[in-house]
Each structure stands twice: as structure tokens, then as C-alpha cells.
């Protein structure tokens, strides 16, 4: 069976007449295998797989005020502030979803949004965002339409945070995530991401990820812009190709819990991804050299320790530092010891494996 959009588009809803709120937490995600390049619509061009994060949140209040007009309306605070930056991606957000959720066009909304991650790491918090506004507009939804199942309502939540950031479709659920269809995923979608349905190896519970905070500057070039970039790019195709057969890969290594190959397979994906950045046209770099230096130093311990530690990147210079938790002692040691030099202010967050949203 194939799922098309207007299977999630809400017709049948009633209006509230006082007003209320929810609040729901949403993590982070770390992609293994990544996704770079898109179509219309927030069609990824490859299908990807992450780890979602446990202790990387964003926690979003939604207040809900019914409105005579119609239409889209809303007030946005970050930590009880106004945050008038936000504004912008919050608003393509209403508009992209409002098809699907006409019922948001009755209400005022008021969000409130504040992260666990500290405010200054500079991390990216557009996928947990994202992820926990959804949340909380499929709440909503519960309250105001027929009932629909569990699995219907999860895999909304996560087709409209993929309207407002792609990756943030992967972080409504857990532990693993696959979002994009690909003939190794049954029931893959392009529309939202599906929880990966396969047997996991138990090296795999509890996988930790330590993020170095390698630069907390804006970036150069926004993920939005590189995505744009894999339009007419000379490798594109045979990248997209690459990412369905890491992905039939990964399947294989998370179920025999190959480490090997595992780590072969992330820092492979992890250095193409920022290969198609610097071969794109025009091209560019996130790496800094402290990013260079934390590879080195992680591959020169590898080797000495026979640990099985190895990095993944995403679109920009911060290192994600992956390993089994049965090695956390000796990792988070050489991190503290030998990697948060190479950190701004020397931080650097200790994270694992999670499993989505939660309702506060
Ligand atoms: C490199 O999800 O931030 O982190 O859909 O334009 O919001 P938009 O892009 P975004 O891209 C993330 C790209 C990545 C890889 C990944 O998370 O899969």
C-alpha cells in the first residue's frame, strides 16, 4: 500500500472554545547514514538512519487560544522572551502545514521553547524544535478530530516536522530511525520517518555519543543551502545510490553487531557527506582544523586501545564521538583528557541513545 499525503489531511475537527496548552519534549538525532539533498517539498533525495539522542532536547509549551478570524496566527518566546529570529522558520512552518492541519488556522498560538543543551553550545536545535512544536499540534489534533490510531498519529507528528526541518522528522521516535523510502526498510517512507523494525544487536543499546563542541560560530552555509547545492552536482547521483546500499548495509551490521564494520560505514558517510560539500559548486568547507585534529587523535587511540570509538559529523564543525556504552569510563576519560582541548571552552556534551518525544 502506498501512503499519499491526503491520508493525513484533517477534515472533520471541531473548535475548541477555551483555551488551553500542552508542553512536550523532543531530542536530537544523529544521522548515521545522511541526508543530503532534497526535492519539493521536503522530499529528501536519500534515505537516511539516526540514533536519536536522549539528553539533547528541546521542551515546547503550545498555548492555544480560539479566534474569530481565520488564519495564521502566533507569538513566539524562547525562554519566556521574544524571539523574533525564530519567526520566519515558524512561520513557513504554519503555512506548510496548514493543508494538513486547517484546524490551526482557528487558534492564536503562544510557543514557548527553551533547550536542555546549553544556550551557547551553538548546537543545531532545529531538528528537536521542530519535532516537539509537532507534538504538540498532534495533540491538538487528538483533542479536536475522530479518533485515529497511535501509529497514525506518530507518524503525522513526524511527516510535519519534516515539513519544517527534514531531520527533525527522525527525532519523534526511537532508538533508531529511518526516514526515506528504500527497498532494504520495509514500510520506508518519504513522508516521515518509521522506527527501524529490525532486530538490533545488544552492543547497540544504550550507544553513546559525545558531542565535541568544535565551533560554536554561525556557519557559513546553512544546511537549507547546502541541500540546494546537491541540485546539479557532478556526484549526486551515485551518491543517493550510496546511501540505499549503506542503509541495506547497516541493517546487516546492526543485527551481527559488527563494530568494524560499523565504524567503517559511519566515518565513511560521515566524510562524504562534507566531501559533496567541498565538490559542490560553489563549494565550501565546515571542517575546522580542530575538527582534522580530533579525527587524528580519536584514530591514533583506536588504534592503540582497540576500542571500538569512532566519530560522525553533521552540517558543520562539531565531532559526534560514538561508541558502546560498555566503554563509556574509557572514552569519556580520553575525551576529557585529550579531546576537550580542542573544544571551545573546552565543552563538549555526553549524550546516548533515546527514544522521542515526551509529553510534561
Ligand atoms: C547534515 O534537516 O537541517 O544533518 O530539511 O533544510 O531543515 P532542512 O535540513 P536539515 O539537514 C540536516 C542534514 C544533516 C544530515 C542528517 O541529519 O541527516
Known amino acids: 500500500m502506498t501512503t499519499t499525503l491526503n491520508t493525513y489531511k484533517t477534515t472533520d475537527f471541531k473548535k475548541l472554545e477555551t483555551k488551553g496548552s500542552f508542553t512536550y519534549s523532543a531530542p536530537s538525532n544523529i544521522a548515521l547514514v545522511k541526508y543530503w539533498g532534497k526535492k519539493e517539498n521536503q522530499i529528501p533525495a ?6 536519536t539522542l536522549n539528553h ?5 509549551t503550545l498555548q492555544f487560544e480560539p479566534k474569530s478570524e481565520k488564519g495564521i496566527s502566533f507569538d513566539l518566546l524562547f525562554e519566556g522572551q521574544p524571539k523574533e ?4 522558520k515558524i512561520q513557513k512552518y504554519f503555512e506548510r502545514i496548514q493543508d494538513l492541519c486547517p484546524y490551526i488556522l482557528d487558534y492564536h498560538f503562544t510557543i514557548n521553547t527553551k533547550n536542555t543543551f546549553p544556550h551557547s553550545s551553538g548546537i543545531a536545535s532545529s531538528a528537536s524544535g521542530m519535532a516537539a512544536l509537532s507534538a504538540n499540534i498532534i495533540a491538538l489534533e487528538k483533542m479536536i478530530s475522530t479518533d485515529k490510531k497511535e501509529a497514525y498519529y506518530n507518524e503525522k507528528a513526524s511527516l510535519l516536522a519534516r515539513l519544517g526541518s527534514g531531520s527533525a522528522c527522525r527525532s519523534i521516535k526511537g532508538n533508531i530511525v529511518v526516514w526515506g523510502e528504500t527497498e532494504s526498510i520495509e514500510n520506508s517512507s518519504d513522508l516521515f520517518g518509521v522506527e527501524f523494525p529490525y532486530e538490533v544487536h545488544s552492543i547497540f543499546e544504550n550507544y553513546q555519543d559525545t558531542i565535541l563542541l568544535v565551533d560554536k560560530g554561525e556557519k557559513q552555509v546553512s544546511s537549507t543551502v547546502g541541500h540546494e547545492l546537491m541540485h546539479n552536482h557532478p556526484f549526486a547521483q551515485q551518491r543517493f545510490e550510496q546511501a540505499h546500499e549503506n542503509i541495506e548495509q547497516l541493517k546487516a551490521i546492526l543485527k551481527s ?8 560505514l559511519v566515518e565513511s558517510e560521515a566524510l562524504t557527506l562534507h566531501a559533496m560539500m567541498m565538490t559542490s559548486m560553489p563549494y565550501f568547507i565546515l571542517m575546522k582544523p580542530n575538527t ?5 587523535q580519536l584514530w591514533k587511540f583506536r588504534q592503540e586501545t582497540k576500542i571500538p ?5 553533521d552540517a558543520g564543525a562539531n565531532v559526534h564521538i560514538l561508541y558502546p556504552e560498555k566503554y563509556k569510563k574509557e572514552v569519556q576519560d580520553f575525551i576529557e583528557n585529550q579531546l576537550s582541548v580542542y573544544c571551545q571552552n573546552g565543552q563538549f556534551i555526553n549524550d546516548e541513545m533515546g527514544f522521542g518525544i515526551m509529553e510534561l
Open 292 to 296: 582534522l585534529e580530533i579525527i587524528q
Open 85 to 88: 529570529s525564530f519567526r520566519p
Open 46 to 51: 536519500n534515505p537516511s538512519l539516526s540514533f
Open 56 to 60: 539533547c532536547k528541546t521542551i515546547t
Open 257 to 264: 553487531g559488527d563494530l568494524e564494520q560499523f565504524m567503517a
Open 309 to 313: 570509538v569512532c566519530f560522525t559529523l
